[in-house]
């Protein structure tokens, strides 16, 4: 299965990402700021980071950045997640080290097919077995 | 409550609170930044959360006092006490908005009027006030209009012919969109915006009215107008258009209303032959011959005409629908013949329903292709982004890995193999040409759709018996949706699971009971009915754990599937060959056991990459292949998988892992002398030895197979480990198939009763005294022809000696297997087997040693389980 971590300040925002992801067939750890994150991210292998981008201690461009120079996280792929909706902050996210840049609020099906895809999944998540 | 509304609200208040007096300390100090950022923070995240309810007027006031305090954060506008009332106030009100949802989840009635005078009064502070849209917001957000509106027909024909082509659904959402004058000022970005929304199909931008001629033109005023066609439902476009809902006007149409033709009508007999042809061929179901006609007809008459446009659409459903959609055919043809599209008799709904077919699986997976090449595309545009060269490599690494997995969702060989190449030339030259070029061709190679008959439970051919439900998988590595699967909460599973172990365990009590009807109350007949009954009720519990363990089976591809990436990384990194080998991804286990067996597979595998695998020059001085084999491979035996993580590393020096463990004080000077190699080696098992005398960065983060070997003990298994020095090691892993219930033998020894897992179990004997031997201080016997240590388990346990013992003349002795030494276990008597579920040792008895844990018995005893290969 593969493993998501949710990096976001809002523990509404994780709960609604963690339904929809464990849905999806994801196995799903959390982090409320970005150091946390790293943290997390040193200590068990992850397929994916969904980060948020205004977090208290550290940012997501931040985060995003220490893990590009992280060899054993730099191939992680991320998504950055954020409310702000300029081409700009796209810009940012993208220098910094994002492999997506979603608008919030994310619709669950946005969510769902891009975290698959980006792990290397199909379109249907796997029946519970 | 709904789960997530439920944590909403306590969020919502801390967020309230944090923001309250972070305005309060901005009052004493104004200046302080980082004041300032926290309280903006806080708003701006309660916007986040807030906009995944449905509660509009909420957002929209927290997303006023987040731009009011954004200004104020640049120092745009300064804070002064009026403005800390007015957010105070809006904090306030939110706050009772708060409570309402909690009481009634629902904000009270005059919320939206409350909002809009709270909006106007915090946006009169912002560089230019904005009440234009304000009027219209309080117009309900959900009112559906599904009249056509008149500017579809300014779409050219062919982006119309595109968007009826990819549709998915027989309707779809056309919209428009109005920015506000000065949204530019207040950081909104409408292109953005609509690059990010729901299912856009095409789109067009233009001025809402003629622009104001140069000189009077206000380059930062928005008075640009957006027409959009989206395959997509309303709920979602609402969503995404929330903040400014009140500048989008939505439609609902069907897709059949894009099928307007347009141009100069042309006259002629030609065309009512055609009609009356048509219709022949529509009657009579010939879609060729109506193809054939049409295409004929096309090349006879001009482009641009009415009818020839009327033609190109007919083409375009005929290639889509087939004859499906006749009511729609018959319009196009009559415009054809008479130079003009009759009105839409049918309902609307009649039409979607009933001509249109559900989406099929293909339509499903073209929107999937077509999000992935979005992916991919973005990709090229994360490398065309200037980044900090120190992050810049581990930026292509991960956007590597995203192509790659597309490649591997869709099951485009071709760009899986080619990556590496693509992804080399532009690390080295810079060039993004050969990866432009795959994210363009993404999934074109993709495999072949499966027939029908792979995918509708209404097949003629059954699915074969092979397919179990982890085999879901095509050749291709596609998942594939099976028919008739329910999907389940893993919880409900999970209470079956432990109802059913209830259920074996006391299914037990009923044994007891008929020796108490026998030995106490004296009557066999009652007794013997008990047993009967009891072999029925075992074999229906028997049939019910196997049904609910076949449910929680998955295959170990599950955890497998992440080693060739990590294996892959780290040996890059080490600068080692390694080649992956993998065997026997299908054999299935509980869930839970692949959950506990992910971590250490992962220490185990890193340990071989780190410290068994040499790098290529150290495995030639050793006469080696430079590529070093990494295996890991999975059975079943009986009720337990094994896991075997093997390498053709340097293996394990038995003399140095001894030396160590004498210079840590882990063992003492005579028991080392004592100790053979593989009991050397075994102690690696140790906490807090390690061989390699630097730690390294991979597998040197203070956990080794130590951390291996308790998570293993804990899931209920072992773990063993062979190693010879120069060619290799061995790790095997055995964990049962399912931790719920463990089949356990019980003995007697001193008036106690204790249980051995059965999995230890190989034989009961009884063996004459004259036949155990002394070999030095050790007991032995003769099993055919083997030689078997005996240990007693009175001793071994520190029970009494008993005088009884010397004059017995046989002995019990049940022949347990502990690791792959076998050991003739003497004791006092041997008695029923059990399913229990043994429980961890707590409380008092943690870290009582020789006890693997404890099981509660049918008639209420606690029966205390024997950890053997701790004991022997």
Redesign the interface.
């Given at each position: 299965?593969p493993h998501v971590l949710i990096i976001d300040?809002?523990?509404?925002?994780r709960?609604?990402y963690r339904?929809i992801l464990e849905e999806a067939g994801f196995?799903v750890d959390e982090a409320i700021n970005g150091i946390e994150g790293l943290e997390k991210a040193?200590?068990?292998?992850f397929?994916i980071f969904l980060v948020?981008l205004?977090?208290?201690k550290m940012d997501g461009y931040t985060f995003l950045?220490q893990?590009?120079?992280?060899?054993?996280?730099?191939?992680?792929?991320?998504i950055m997640i954020s409310?702000?909706?300029?081409?700009a902050d796209?810009?940012k996210a993208?220098?910094?080290?994002?492999?997506?840049?979603?608008?919030?609020?994310v619709?669950a099906a946005?969510l769902t097919?891009?975290s698959?895809?980006?792990?290397?999944?199909?379109?249907?998540?796997?029946?519970?077995? | 409550m709904n789960?997530?509304l439920a944590?909403?609200i306590p969020?919502?208040r801390d967020l309230l609170e944090q923001a309250g007096n972070g305005m309060l300390a901005l009052e004493r100090d104004a200046g302080s930044q980082s004041v300032i950022n926290?309280v903006f923070?806080a708003v701006?995240?309660l916007?986040?959360?807030s906009?995944?309810f449905d509660v509009g007027p909420l957002t929209r006031l927290v997303h006023a006092a987040e731009d009011l305090l954004g200004e104020v954060r640049t120092g745009e506008i300064p804070l002064n006490s009026d403005i800390v009332d007015r957010l105070l106030d809006s904090l306030d009100l939110v706050g009772r908005w708060i409570d309402a949802l909690e009481t009634r989840e629902a904000l009270p009635s005059d919320a939206e009027a409350t909002m809009t005078e709270r909006v106007k009064v915090l946006r009169s502070w912002l560089a230019e006030p904005s009440t234009a849209g304000l009027d219209r917001a309080t117009a309900p957000m959900t009112s559906v209009v599904t009249e056509v509106p008149d500017w579809l027909d300014r779409f050219p024909e062919a982006d119309r012919m595109t968007a009826f082509k990819a549709l998915s659904r027989p309707r779809l959402l056309a919209w428009s969109f109005e920015p506000d004058e000065d949204c530019f000022f207040r950081?909104?970005?409408p292109?953005?915006?609509l690059r990010?929304a729901?299912g856009i199909l095409t789109l067009r931008a233009g001025p809402r009215a003629p622009f104001p001629t140069f000189d009077s033109m206000d380059p930062l005023s928005c008075l640009l107008r957006f027409e959009v066609l989206s395959d997509t439902t309303r709920a979602?476009l609402d969503?995404?258009m929330r903040y400014v809902i009140e500048r989008v006007d939505i439609r609902e149409i069907a897709s059949a209303d894009l099928a307007s033709p347009v141009g100069k009508a042309a006259g002629g007999p030609v065309f009512g032959d055609f009609g009356r042809l048509a219709r022949q061929h529509l009657a009579g179901g010939d879609r060729t011959a109506l193809e054939r006609a049409v295409s004929t007809l096309l090349t006879m008459i001009a482009p641009a005409s009415f009818q020839a446009s009327a033609l190109r659409w007919v083409q375009a459903h005929l290639s889509c629908h087939g004859l499906d959609r006749r009511g729609d055919l018959e319009r196009l043809i009559a415009a054809v013949e008479t130079g003009v599209l009759p009105p839409r008799s049918e309902h609307p709904a009649a039409t979607s329903s009933a001509a249109e077919p559900a989406p099929s699986p293909t339509e499903?997976?073209a929107a999937?292709h077509d999000?992935?090449r979005t992916?991919a595309a973005?990709?090229i545009?994360?490398l065309k982004?200037?980044?900090?060269p120190?992050?810049a490599?581990?930026?292509l690494?991960?956007?590597?890995?995203?192509l790659?997995?597309?490649a591997?969702?869709l099951g485009d060989s071709h760009m899986a193999a080619e990556l590496p190449n693509a992804v080399t030339a532009f690390r080295q030259t810079g060039d993004l040409g050969p990866l432009q070029a795959l994210v363009e061709t993404l999934g074109e190679q993709r495999p072949e759709i499966p027939p029908p008959d792979r995918i509708a439970p209404s097949a003629a051919e059954p699915i074969p018996a092979s397919s179990k439900?982890?085999a879901?998988v095509d050749e291709h590595g596609?998942?594939?949706?099976?028919p008739r699967?329910?999907?389940?909460?893993?919880s409900k599973?999970d209470s079956i699971m432990n109802l059913v172990a209830e259920l074996i365990v006391a299914k037990n009590g009923l044994s007891y009971l008929a020796t108490r009807a026998e030995q106490v109350h004296g009557s066999r007949v009652v007794a013997r009915e008990i047993k009967d009954q009891f072999a029925v009720i075992d074999r229906i519990t028997q049939g019910l754990q196997v049904g609910v363990m076949a449910?929680?089976?998955?295959p170990v591809s599950?955890?497998f599937q992440?080693f060739p990436?990590?294996v892959r990384?780290i040996s890059r990194?080490l600068g080692k060959k390694i080649e992956l080998v993998i065997e026997g991804e299908d054999t299935e286990a509980d869930?839970n056991v692949l959950?506990s067996l992910a971590?250490p597979l992962?220490h185990m595998v890193r340990n071989s990459l780190d410290h068994g695998i040499e790098t290529p020059d150290e495995r030639k001085a050793a006469g080696k292949p430079e590529q070093g084999v990494l295996k890991i491979v999975a059975r079943q035996e009986n009720d337990f998988v094994v896991i075997e993580v093997s390498d053709d590393g340097k293996g394990i020096d038995p003399l140095r892992v001894k030396a160590k463990a004498l210079k840590l004080g882990l063992i003492s000077p005579e028991r080392a002398e004592q100790m053979n190699d593989g009991e050397a080696i075994n102690l690696v098992f140790d906490a807090g030895l390690s061989t390699k005398e630097e730690v390294s960065d991979?597998s040197g983060?203070g956990v080794g197979m130590d951390v291996v070997r308790s998570a293993v003990i804990k899931a209920g298994g072992e773990v063993s480990l062979r190693s010879t020095l120069g060619a290799g090691t061995l790790v095997t892993v055995r964990l049962p198939l399912t931790m719920a219930v463990t089949r356990i033998v019980t003995i007697e020894c001193r008036g106690r009763i204790f249980g051995i897992p059965m999995d230890h179990v190989v034989e009961t004997v009884r063996v004459k005294r004259e036949h155990i031997h002394r070999i030095k201080a050790m007991e032995t016997f003769v099993l055919r022809d083997t030689i078997i240590p005996i240990a007693r388990l009175a001793r071994a346990l520190r029970l009494p000696e008993v005088a009884s013992d010397a004059q017995r003349d046989e002995e019990a002795v049940m022949v347990v297997k502990v690791g792959r030494e076998r050991v003739g276990m003497v004791v006092d008597g041997f008695r029923e087997r059990l399913e229990v579920i043994v429980k961890p040792l707590e409380g008092v008895l943690e870290g009582l040693p020789g006890f693997s844990g404890t099981a509660l018995l049918g008639d209420g005893q606690v029966l205390l389980v024997l950890d053997l290969q701790e004991m022997l």
């Open positions: 299965m300040d809002s523990s509404t925002t709960l609604y339904e196995v040193m200590n068990r292998s397929d948020d205004n977090m208290p950045g893990i590009r120079r992280t060899v054993e996280l730099e191939a992680v792929p991320a409310t702000q909706a300029r081409e796209q810009v993208y220098a910094a080290g994002a492999n997506l840049y979603m608008i919030k609020p619709h946005d097919t891009r698959r895809l980006i792990t290397g999944q199909g379109a249907s998540p796997r029946m519970a077995s | 789960p997530l944590q909403f969020e919502a926290d923070r701006h995240t916007k986040g959360s906009g995944l950081g909104d970005d292109v953005a915006m990010h729901p979602e969503e995404h499903g997976e999937l999000t992935a992916i973005e990709q545009k994360v982004t200037p980044a900090d120190a992050l490599q581990g930026r690494e991960a956007v590597a890995t995203v790659k997995n597309l591997d969702a439900p982890g879901a596609d998942v594939k949706a099976l699967v329910l999907r389940v909460d893993q599973i449910v929680r089976m998955m599950q955890v992440r990436r990590l990384d990194k869930k959950e971590d992962i991979l983060r």
